[in-house]
């Protein structure tokens, strides 16, 4: 089955500076992947998403990047502000039904 | 797009007493429906999914139990509580999007005393 993870549980970055969190998964036929964001005491958000046929997508100062050879899935932030503190997670699907796995998730602090 | 509502927000509750939370779904028909919980500073646990009314899936032997009474209405459900069940619980839907994508709602902070 599928697994998710991200390689720092935390991650501090200067206001305006990009932020880049970083995320693995395990199973090489995974063909979507999902990146959400969650404020403290809120539910997920979802932020952006990508398919396996694609290497990068963007969105309103976000990028995600895909690096299906490692198995590997980045989210970059440009110019991180304050309301961008919250912890991000990955996911994929990996479960019956089209469940998604989850990633533990980073947190993002960003320092004014 | 998707809107989910969960209430209640926050609840306390003494070891021993029942529990409902309810979740509702509005913008989508037929979603697949999910019930999380998130203990501090950890990841997403699926309790539950449901793909449809009267069909629940449990994903880990608990405590809890989950109904869908209706095809946008999602309820977890205990008989009696234990401390262990302190959580935030997130129900989550996946609709009509054509992708595997789970939106959530705003979620429900349980402390049980």
């Known amino acids: 089955g599928e697994s998710v993870g991200l390689h720092l549980p935390t991650l501090s970055v200067q206001e305006g500076d990009n932020s880049i969190i970083n995320c693995a998964y395990s199973n090489s036929a995974s063909d979507y992947f999902i990146w959400y964001k969650q404020e403290s005491g809120k539910g997920p958000q979802f932020i952006i998403d990508i398919r396996s046929n694609m290497d990068k997508r963007q969105g309103q100062r976000v990028t995600v990047l895909l690096n299906k050879t490692v198995k590997h899935l980045s989210l970059q932030i440009a110019a991180t502000q304050p309301g961008d503190s919250a912890v991000y997670f990955c996911a994929a699907p990996g479960g019956s039904q089209g469940n998604l796995i989850f990633g533990k998730g980073t947190k993002l602090s960003v320092k004014p | 797009s998707q809107t989910i509502h969960q209430w209640p927000a926050t609840l306390v509750q003494p070891v021993g007493s029942p529990l409902s939370l309810e979740c509702t779904v509005e913008?989508?028909?037929?979603?697949?429906l999910y019930w999380y919980r998130q203990a501090a500073g950890r990841g997403l646990q699926l309790l539950f999914y449901?793909?449809?009314?009267?069909?629940i899936s449990s994903e880990v032997p608990q405590n809890l139990s989950a109904s869908r009474p209706q095809d946008r209405q999602f309820i977890l459900s205990s008989k009696k509580l234990l401390l262990s069940d302190s959580g935030f619980y997130l129900c989550?839907?996946?609709?009509?999007?054509?992708?595997?994508?789970?939106?959530f709602g705003p979620g429900t902070r349980l402390t049980v005393l």
């Open positions: 449901s793909v449809g009314i009267g069909q």
């Open positions: 913008g989508t028909s037929n979603p697949n």
């Open positions: 989550a839907s996946r609709g009509d999007t054509g992708t595997d994508t789970q939106y």
